[in-house]
């Protein structure tokens, strides 16, 4: 070692004239739709990712067969067009409607697939449930791309329209109680509290609104949930934004307006974006966080497995746990819960398990007790004992892997908020520093894709009219 500090790399020159060079922490969904959205307006965007660009959605091989990991599901493709619009883009990713919508919902009370058919006996209930959902739908699009702000009118009808749906009521748990739905459709409505990460209890209501909201809707890309990232890429690279994959940040210096990577090199910048989770933004910046918040959403593990032939199972099928009351206290302490959500879905020989655990960071594999068990009612409930067993090859995803690249513990959606807090109506910290912004499920939590791309949006939009 010289003992010189390390020199400080400049930004690429370009002949285009340019507002601001941009330093972006994080190549997943979030930081990868933001990357365009700035490149387009003429920003010098590079994007630095610790590992593969991606984020949770990327794909890995098993048995031979490819895999497409994290969302799983193309919900609200509304605002997908209109982050596509503000590029002037069509659409590259041939949606196509999902068999069955939402899956059917294996409740203690009976099977609930939902959207519900005209031919079920709870079919007058569903229609009776999804009412105010229907006058929520025409707003929806406005809560989740228009900056949270009281003094736009949009957004203002639109909050409206929100309470007006929800009832005044605070939680997911609270609405389901009011609307005395029968306990099958319930319990399935419920089921979608953890969209946020969280029990119904301490979700927002909006999320008791979601099946009715998206069940109708729910698509994938004709070549997989992993053409979204090599879309995203591709509209970035189209626009000059570069992603460097492989490279990670070990120090962000606000003051000075450098990064430090891995292996000391420096890079300037005008400003930074961190699409990186609040507490993992604090550790770069040696910056308190902001509001800390000592519990944590929900983490899980994820199987995927290479079956000798095609499965006998819907396109998706949902396992809620049996009593949320005892799902919660299990999860909130810690512990792994008797039973948990599991996510099933199916495509020819492609099977993928995804269970619900705590965010504790702790490593399951395929062989733990726990998951073992998981995996067995699994089986019983979908009448396909010994499925797993018979497969070429399986493959794990345990919460120490989000643990790795996300908020402490692997917890999915980060620290869990306040249910006053939650969905599109809580305030945000966008911008903690006069050059830093920032964007993702660490400010913009829960929903999905939707709340992703929506955030996205709702942060270019907030530089813009910052005058970035």
């Known amino acids: 070692m010289s003992g010189q500090p390390p020199a400080v790399s ?113 079919h007058a209930a569903w229609e009776t449930y999804g009412a105010p959902a229907r006058a929520l739908t025409p707003h929806l699009e406005t809560l989740l791309t228009t900056p949270p702000r009281l003094t736009n009118s949009s957004f203002r009808r639109a909050s409206a329209a929100l309470f007006r749906a929800t009832g005044g009521h605070l939680t997911a748990e609270g609405w389901v109680r009011s609307r005395r739905l029968p306990p099958a459709l319930a319990h399935a409505v419920r089921t979608h509290a953890l969209n946020a990460g969280l029990a119904p209890v301490d979700a927002p209501a909006l999320y008791a609104l979601l099946p009715a909201l998206i069940a109708g809707d729910v698509a994938r890309p004709a070549r997989g949930m992993g053409a979204l990232p090599d879309a995203l890429l591709d509209l970035g690279a189209a626009r000059g934004a570069r992603v460097l994959e492989g490279a990670e940040v070990v120090r962000v210096d606000l003051a000075g307006g450098t990064l430090a990577l891995r292996g000391g090199e420096v890079r300037r910048h005008d400003l930074f974006v961190s699409a990186l989770d609040p507490a993992r933004l604090a550790a770069l910046t040696e910056r308190p966080a902001r509001s800390p918040v000592s519990r944590r959403t929900v983490s899980g593990v994820a199987l995927y497995a290479a079956l000798p032939e095609d499965a006998p199972l819907p396109a998706t099928s949902v396992l809620p746990p049996a009593d949320f009351a005892t799902f919660r206290a299990a999860v909130r302490a810690g512990a792994l819960p008797p039973d948990t959500l599991a996510l099933v879905h199916a495509d020819g020989p492609r099977l993928a398990v995804l269970l619900t655990a705590p965010a504790t960071g702790r490593d399951l594999p395929p062989d733990h007790p726990w998951v073992r068990a998981q995996v067995e009612r699994v089986e019983r409930t979908l009448g396909v004992p010994g499925l797993l067993a018979s497969a070429r090859d399986v493959v794990a995803l345990p919460p120490a892997l989000y643990a790795a690249g996300g908020h402490p513990g692997g917890a999915i959606y980060g620290a869990a908020p306040p249910a006053w807090r939650g969905g599109p109506l809580h305030p945000q910290p966008y911008r903690p520093h006069r050059r830093l912004w920032q964007v993702g499920t660490g400010v913009h939590p829960g929903g999905g894709i939707p709340a992703i791309l929506g955030g996205a949006l709702i942060v270019d939009r907030l530089m813009g009219e910052g005058g970035v």
């Open 10 to 122: 400049p930004q690429p020159s370009t002949s285009a004239p340019l507002s601001s060079s941009i330093g972006l922490l994080g190549g997943g969904l979030a930081g990868l739709a933001l990357a365009a959205l700035l490149a387009h307006r003429g920003h010098a965007v590079t994007v630095y990712e610790r590992d593969r660009a991606g984020g949770k959605l990327r794909r890995v091989t098993v048995g031979g067969l490819s895999f497409d990991t994290g969302p799983s599901l193309f919900t609200l493709p509304g605002v997908w067009r209109a982050f596509l619009a503000r590029l002037g883009e069509p659409d590259p990713l041939d949606l196509r409607p999902l068999p069955g919508g939402l899956g059917v919902h294996h409740t203690p009370f009976g099977p609930v697939p939902l959207p519900l058919p005209p031919d079920h006996p709870l």
